[in-house]
C-alpha cells in the first residue's frame, strides 16, 4: 500500500494525538491514523505542512504526523517540515 496525502496539516504539541491532516469531511486525527491496521504498508509520502515538525522543547520525544505513519505500520514515510 501506498498513499500520498496533499494537504494541510496541524500539529498540535500540547495533545500530539490531536495533531491532523485536513481533510475534506473532517479531520484525519494521528489517533485515527494509529488506531488503523494498514496491511502491506509500504510507502506514505505527506505533502502536508507540519507532517514532521517536531516539539523545539524535546525535539527527540515528539510524535508528529509521519510519526504516527510509521506506528502504524508504514515501513518508510517522508514528511515535510514546512509550514504557514
Known sequence: TWVHL?????????????SHFVMR???LTLLD????DFPHAEFAFLS???AA???????????HLAAGLQFSGFKSVVGTLGGR
Open 6 to 18: 496533499a494537504c494541510h496539516g496541524k500539529q498540535d504539541p500540547t495533545q500530539p494525538y490531536n
Open 53 to 63: 515538525v517536531g516539539d523545539e522543547q524535546m525535539p527527540d520525544e515528539v510524535i
Open 33 to 36: 491514523v494509529t488506531e488503523k
Open 48 to 50: 502536508a505542512c507540519h
Open 25 to 27: 469531511d473532517e479531520p
